[in-house]
């Protein structure tokens, strides 16, 4: 189960570094072009790719994993309200950030007991 968990976790960090930060930083364009077709200004393309890799970076860290998981979910939910607001397509764009939260969160509870022990899953309830 921990395995399981560590390797949600990593493909969830992997994707947020190589699908989402990396672009952020060092392919400006393209990373531009999405802020602009949900109608952000281009201006705040280096600030949200710090606030995801604070966040992606907290999430990593055992000790600050689930502080890293809520800021990550508050972000991810500014993401689906910008998506509605711009009227995208919801299975491809508006809750692809659902999804993420579901690797990211899932991972974190396969991979840590407390978490597990806060939300235990029940059958038959």
């Known amino acids: 189960m921990v395995w399981t968990g560590r390797a949600l976790s990593a493909l969830f960090v992997l994707f947020m570094l190589g699908a989402s930060i990396a672009p ?3 392919v400006r364009d ?8 949900i109608g ?3 201006e ?13 970076a907290l999430y ?4 600050t994993s689930f502080a890293g998981a809520v ?5 991810l939910g500014g993401a689906i309200s910008a ?3 711009a009227d995208m397509p919801l299975f491809s764009h508006t809750l692809f950030s659902i999804y993420l939260a579901l690797f990211m969160w899932g991972g974190l509870w396969l991979r ?3 978490l597990r022990a806060l939300f235990p899953w029940r059958r038959g309830v």
Do not use: H
Not at 44 to 56: D, P, Q, R
């Open 60 to 63: 990593v860290f055992p000790k």
């Open 112 to 114: 840590d007991p407390a």
């Open 40 to 42: 952000w200004p281009t």
């Open 44 to 56: 705040y393309v280096i600030l949200i790719g710090v606030i995801e890799l604070v966040c992606v």
């Open 24 to 26: 952020k930083f060092f």
């Open 83 to 85: 998506n509605l607001r």
């Open 30 to 37: 393209v990373a531009e072009q999405s802020l602009v077709a």
């Open 71 to 75: 800021l990550m979910t508050g972000l």
